[in-house]
């Protein structure tokens, strides 16, 4: 009888023990909170959302924590910080909203040394800061935060760079469901980005600064080329026959230098017998047309509609000579059309 009971208390304490392995526990001690009521939000699974009820800004959270598993507590409005958990540890955070104190261990502490180093970060080297912290350890999921806080939720978010520093980190990290997620999210941007053109402004060689104003209700050939570039010279050369073949009609030819020193434009834009307008803002393969449209490799060019619409990609010769021709009748046909419309509607007047 002694022996079975022995055994039953040794089972008891196996399985106590290997629940307390499998589970992760937050513990909080948070002054000035908005409200008791905690909100917790997982990556996984479908995103499920959970509360915490803090008593005087103490509180404890323990989940069951077979795999790494990532959640997130809103703290205030603007406040949101992410947990790392991992089965068998825990975490403690103090402080306020703003200012957490945390200590724990693995991306836990990594995100406690995140915290400290913004926190010491001027202003104006903030995001120089946070693209040191994101490139020197790529392999930390405390990146995801970063990714989100400073880039993500910008008013204005650079998709681009969000990639380059995404493709940056580990394939862990890359295939979290936010990121996949993310990732999804930025190619349909990136498309959609591309479809149109809503900002040109670039300087010609006399310092003058073209914009939309000086191109309205015109079909622009925006041809990117570089004086170190041979191919894109030579691609160049080629538009002489396409302005003349559409100098009766609503089109403009704009070249755009990808150029980094200023002299060597202006001797290669010398040379150049061509008439149309040369711009460059001396920011090579930084331009943000460049980027926003993803131009990896030159010649490369875009035909953009009045609308700013970008209708056709890397067209020469023939083809473009045809296309403009065809988009310009088009437009006379719609203008018609809408004509007729008009004078329709007013005879029922």
């Excluded at 002054?31 to 939000?41: E, G, H, R």
């Excluded at 509360?51 to 069951?64: E, L, M, V």
């Excluded at 406690?112 to 912290?133: C, G």
């Excluded at 600064?209 to 010279?233: N, R, V």
Aim: with cysteine.
């Amino acid at each position: 009888m002694k022996k079975l009971s022995f055994l039953f208390l040794a089972l008891i304490l196996l399985l106590t023990g290997c629940s307390k392995k499998s589970t992760f526990t937050l513990k909080g001690n948070i002054s000035s909170l908005s409200s008791d009521t905690i909100l917790v939000f997982y990556q996984e699974p479908n995103y499920k959302l959970d509360t915490i009820i803090a008593q005087n800004g103490k509180f404890s959270y323990t989940i069951n924590s077979d795999t790494f598993t990532i959640f997130s507590l809103l703290l205030s409005d603007k406040e949101v910080l992410p947990v790392f958990a991992n089965k068998g540890e825990s975490v403690t955070w103090n402080g306020t909203p703003g200012d957490i104190q945390i200590k724990g261990k693995g991306d836990n502490e990594r995100m406690a040394y995140i915290l400290q180093a913004i926190k010491k970060t001027k202003a104006d080297s903030l995001m120089f800061t946070v693209d040191r912290l994101i490139k020197e350890n790529p392999h930390s999921f405390a990146n995801i935060y970063l990714i989100e806080q400073y880039y993500v939720q910008d008013s204005l978010p650079d998709y681009s760079r969000i990639d380059e520093l995404i493709q940056g980190l580990s394939g862990s990290i890359k295939d979290t469901p936010y990121m996949i997620d993310l990732q999804a999210k930025l190619k349909e941007k990136k498309e959609l980005n591309r479809q149109s053109l809503h900002t040109i402004s670039c300087t010609d060689k006399n310092g003058k600064t073209i914009g939309w104003k000086e191109m309205k209700d015109k079909y622009i050939l925006l041809d990117f080329w570089a004086s170190w570039d041979k191919a894109s010279m030579a691609a160049q050369d080629s538009l002489v026959n396409v302005q003349k073949a559409l100098k009766k009609e609503k089109f403009l030819i704009v070249s755009l230098s990808l150029d980094l020193d200023k002299k060597e434009w202006l001797k290669a834009c010398d040379k150049d017998t061509t008439r149309w307008k040369q711009v460059c803002d001396f920011k090579g393969w930084d331009n943000s047309i460049v980027k926003q449209q993803g131009i990896t490799r030159l010649p490369a060019n875009l035909l953009i509609a009045p609308n700013k619409r970008v209708v056709a990609r890397d067209i020469r010769g023939k083809a473009l000579i045809d296309k403009v021709k065809q988009l310009i009748e088009q437009d006379k046909e719609k203008e018609k059309a809408a004509k007729a419309a008009e004078r329709a509607r007013k005879k029922k007047k």
